[in-house]
């Protein structure tokens, strides 16, 4: 059944899926003793990822995202470890890199815009840049992910889930657009603030843990000329108060960060409205200097702006009967870590395997996903204990004792040798073959 908030993916996988399965075995199409039917609820990185899977495995696939269209905007993501396999896999690998950031270095400046230090040994977003791994806009790999799937996944955009009830043989579904629906499973893969686990599991409040601290983005013409940097101001060194600019597709725009920490109760500091968000980003950083004057106002110009509470999802189980989540939804390790990504990527990928592998038995696939899972989302949540500062954005802090930079400069150093052991042991997963 279809109606007007239906579209269908038409773009086949890529021809270098036929590469991949010198890393991953080739997953073709096993006869099916029936064609199971899942809806993923969020078109993000780990809805599409998961999407991707299940439909390569023969899966009906139903995507529903309340966006009119796959989400633009939000920041550079980072794809490491294992999860570099799992693209690998996907036949993305190569356009992947080619879509990198492809950051060259960052500087620290002063309120007035003076260069204060600079490296080109790594950026605060994405760490180090003779790396191995990948930084990547989060809109262009999800864009990319989607593109690569199958034809058969059809996406509901516009839309999501108003309700949904339980039983012996399925899970009936009514849309928000008034459309009714049965599934044989659904999984909520729709962030931080999820709707599916609210409607399955409970409040938020049950499961979302702060550290305080809030952080936006949004997109601007790059008027400042960087060519492939990152420009870092914390007032005064303040850690409590941090902007960040880094150059976007091919230098044409920067996407803006701020972040900043409250201790005022959580419902007004995130408004759900995004007007009243942009008013309170515009209140609370009226006071910065450097160029964020400019960026105020043409942050009310844009529609790629992203606010948020920088927080965990910690809950005892990740299913309930039919019902799963999946990434941010069900364990968000927080922008800080850097992994959220990595994970999101090596879970659809885990989950869409066991589903395949018990031929779409969810009474044996969902407690396999979480048994080969648990230990691996919990080494990435312990890195917020070690990175709970506002050096950088996304998991690559200053070295804790402020060891100069690579060309020299005050205050940008690489990770101590703790979060450098720490990150590699989360980083690291044996991805099962199936």
Not at 26 to 48: H, M
Request: hydrophobic share 35%; charged share 25%.
């Amino acid at each position: 059944m279809s109606d007007d908030h239906t579209t269908a993916s038409s773009t086949t996988a890529s021809s270098t899926d036929a590469s991949s399965t010198t890393v991953l075995r080739d997953s073709r199409r096993r006869q099916r003793t029936r064609t199971t039917s899942v809806l993923v609820s969020g078109a993000g990185i780990a809805g599409t990822g998961l999407a991707y899977w299940l439909e390569r495995y023969g899966f009906r696939v139903t995507v529903v995202e309340r966006a009119p269209s796959l989400r633009g905007g939000g920041q550079a993501v980072d794809i490491r470890g294992n999860s570099l396999r799992v693209v690998e896999g996907m036949g993305l690998l190569e356009e992947v890199r080619a879509r990198r950031t492809g950051l060259r270095g960052m500087s620290l400046v002063d309120g007035d815009g003076r260069e204060l230090s600079r490296t080109t040994e790594w950026t605060a977003t994405g760490g180090p840049v003779d790396g191995p791994d990948v930084e990547i806009l989060r809109d262009e790999l999800a864009e990319l992910i989607a593109g690569a799937a199958g034809p058969g996944i059809e996406y509901r955009f516009d839309d999501s889930i108003d309700t949904l009830v339980q039983h012996q043989d399925g899970v009936q579904v009514r849309f928000r657009s008034g459309a009714e629906r049965s599934f044989d499973l659904v999984v909520g893969a729709d962030g931080l603030h999820s709707n599916t686990r609210r409607l399955v599991f409970g409040p938020e409040a049950d499961y979302l843990h702060s550290i305080d601290t809030y952080v936006a983005g949004w997109s601007v013409p790059n008027h400042l000329g960087l060519d492939r940097w990152e420009v870092l101001h914390q007032p005064g060194g303040v850690q409590d108060w941090t902007c960040l600019a880094m150059t976007a597709r091919d230098n044409t725009e920067l996407r803006v960060f701020v972040g900043f920490r409250s201790d005022e109760p959580l419902d007004r500091m995130l408004p759900r409205d995004r007007a009243d968000q942009r008013r309170l980003i515009a209140e609370r950083c009226a006071h910065l200097g450097w160029e964020m004057p400019g960026f105020l106002r043409s942050m009310w110009e844009t529609d790629a702006f992203h606010y948020d509470v920088v927080a965990q999802i910690r809950m005892d189980r990740w299913s309930k009967d039919r019902v799963a989540l999946l990434g941010d939804a069900g364990y968000c390790c927080s922008p800080y870590t850097g992994q959220g990504t990595s994970v999101a990527l090596t879970a659809a990928y885990v989950l869409a395997g066991e589903l395949h592998a018990a031929d779409g038995d969810h009474r044996t696939a969902y407690p396999a996903y979480e048994r080969r899972l648990r230990d691996h989302v919990a080494a990435n949540q312990a890195l917020l204990e070690l990175n709970n500062s506002l050096d950088g954005l996304d998991g690559e802090p200053a070295d804790a004792d402020g060891a100069d930079g690579g060309d020299g400069g005050a205050g940008f150093g690489r990770p101590g040798p703790e979060m450098e052991a720490a990150f590699r042991a989360a980083t690291v997963f044996d991805l099962p073959d199936y």
